[in-house]
């Protein structure tokens, strides 16, 4: 399913920051020049695919200069059961995508009281 | 030398298996994309542009996902248009507060430069600049005796 899309346009893998912190996973991607409108994240069986759709060339114009990276950005993550699905939230700010993933209880490091006595 | 991890769908068709594979080829000796970063040669780095030409004037794009308007300076001085600034580190002014635990780390940042001799013709003038979804804009018109007329040909 994630395939079929990508068979047309060559893609770019987003570049970014991942760490995990009080039981929350963070995912910070770039991914300049893709509106909210283009942006994919969606959960499928136990993938996060995430595609951004760049537009293209605006009508009028042709490239004097071209060296940014081409095509959509796209990127698939495999999601296992330590993660809450209900709770993924993505936000979409000055090119950089911000997903957080959050870990359920029972996978959350516990500290184990000791009693004394 | 860094494993990549595929994604999910492998391309059908061998064309663009190699453009996959150029592109990481490509990214390999990309400063960017790798952890080398700009410490490598001490100066700072270029970013990336694409120019693009209109009838009436030239655009300058240049990716800054995550930076601020403020964090970049832009002049002009007679046809030399400078782009600086500063890529500020993901956790700048949030100093580790115990258990983050990173797991991937490949943003680049720093200080950056980059200086575009603009054509003849433009109207440095009115040059403006905006940026929208990490994308940095300047638009360059071009003054009217450089913008391309028709002629009318008459018969007689």
């Known amino acids: 399913m994630a395939a079929k899309e990508l068979e047309k346009a060559a893609t770019v893998r987003p570049v970014g920051t991942i760490w995990e912190e009080n039981g929350v996973v963070h995912l910070r991607l770039e991914m300049p020049g893709v509106e909210k409108k283009d942006l994919d994240v969606r959960v499928e069986d136990d993938q996060l695919v995430i595609h951004g759709r760049r537009t293209e060339l605006p009508e009028g114009a ?13 990127q698939v993550y495999t999601v296992d059961d330590s993660v809450d699905r209900d709770k993924i939230a993505a936000n979409l700010d000055n090119g950089v995508l911000y997903v957080t993933l959050h870990l359920k209880e029972a996978v959350k490091p516990r500290r184990i009281e000791i009693k004394t006595g | 030398m860094r494993l990549m991890r595929m994604p999910n769908g492998v391309p059908s068709s061998t064309g663009s298996y190699f453009d996959r594979l150029e592109d990481e080829i490509n990214r390999l000796f990309d400063p960017e ?9 001490d100066r700072p780095a270029a970013p990336r542009v694409d120019i693009l030409e209109f009838d009436d004037r030239f655009e300058l794009l240049c990716d800054l996902p995550g930076v601020t308007d403020k964090d970049i300076e832009l002049t002009i001085a ?12 993901p956790f700048a002014g949030d100093e580790q507060k115990g258990d983050r635990k990173l797991y991937r780390d490949e943003i680049w940042y720093g200080s950056f430069q980059r200086t ?41």
């Open chain 2, 116 to 156: 575009i001799s603009l054509p003849q013709g433009v109207d440095s003038d009115r040059v403006s600049a905006g940026s929208k979804d990490g994308v940095l804009t300047v638009r360059v018109p071009k003054r009217d005796e450089a913008k391309q007329r028709t002629i009318q040909i008459e018969s007689r």
């Open chain 1, 62 to 74: 042709r490239h004097v200069v071209r060296e940014r990276r081409r095509g959509d950005y796209y």
């Open chain 2, 33 to 41: 994309a790798t952890e080398l970063g700009p410490g490598l040669l």
């Open chain 2, 78 to 89: 007679a046809n030399v248009l400078t782009l600086k600034g500063e890529k500020k580190a």
